[in-house]
């Protein structure tokens, strides 16, 4: 069973640039969810992808976008990055929307900078 | 609002001591699920357990053992003969109920316990 995979595993960019951050979900998962850690704190639930449409947001604006691919990998994209954007990106798939289906499945995440 | 608060932000045991993680969670939800996640320094978070809010048992697997009280609102969690290998991040997490939008989880802040030799 291959689980989540995140790439890449680090990344430096500079304020203002763009950012795209690629998941590939665990064997018969069909739904993933982006979390935000930053140093020190819990992880934020960014969205949710199911069946290729967002289906659930946290507290994010809309600079932070996704999508989900038929093969139900994703993509996390950020647009004008600001410092705080610092932090680690967690991506995260289960099988089906509901947590009663089945718990998230973490990957190792994405290690991104902001100078 | 959800809210989970994990008042212990670190934790230093030696080996073979037992320890106990706290989380209180806040939720006006009926029906809820609770979740222990443990993070490494690689920093993959790894599902520990699940309990949904209609099951009060307490659970048990292996050294870890889980204390669930709706009444306080507490899911609190326990190792045993604590290892070296337990240091790490654990989180306490909360849904926010159980369906299209239920893979939202509100996080704790964590707990770093590290376990000397």
Redesign the interface.
């Known amino acids: 069973e291959t689980g989540v995979t995140q790439s890449p595993t680090h990344l430096i960019k500079t304020r203002g640039q763009q950012v795209t951050l690629r998941c590939s979900s665990q064997s018969g998962h069909n739904?993933v969810?982006w979390?935000q850690q930053a140093l020190g704190?819990?992880?934020?639930?960014i969205f949710?992808y199911?069946r290729e449409e967002e289906?659930?947001r946290?507290n994010f604006p809309p600079r932070f976008s996704g999508l989900q691919f038929p093969n139900y990998s994703s993509e996390l994209n950020v647009n004008a990055l600001e410092l705080d954007d610092s932090a680690?990106y967690?991506c995260?798939s289960?099988a089906g929307?509901?947590?009663?289906n089945s718990?998230?499945?973490?990957?190792?995440?994405t290690?991104l900078t902001v100078t | 609002a959800q809210k989970v608060t994990q008042a212990q932000t670190e934790i230093s045991v030696v080996e073979k001591e037992d320890v106990t993680l706290d989380c209180v969670y806040e939720t006006r939800d009926t029906t809820y699920y609770l979740f222990w996640y443990k993070q490494p320094p690689s920093g993959e978070l790894v599902f520990l357990i699940r309990r949904n809010s209609f099951d009060e048992q307490n659970e048990i697997s292996g050294r870890y053992s889980w204390n669930f009280q709706k009444s306080t609102s507490s899911f609190n969690f326990t190792i045993t003969a604590s290892q070296v290998v337990d240091s790490a991040v654990y989180f306490c997490a909360l849904s926010h109920g159980a369906n299209n939008a239920g893979n939202m989880l509100t996080f704790g802040g964590g707990t770093r316990l590290m376990v000397k030799p």
């Open positions: 739904t969810s979390y704190q819990g992880p934020q639930f949710q199911y289906n659930g946290g680690l967690l995260a289960s929307q509901g947590v009663y718990p998230l499945h973490f990957g190792n995440g290690r």
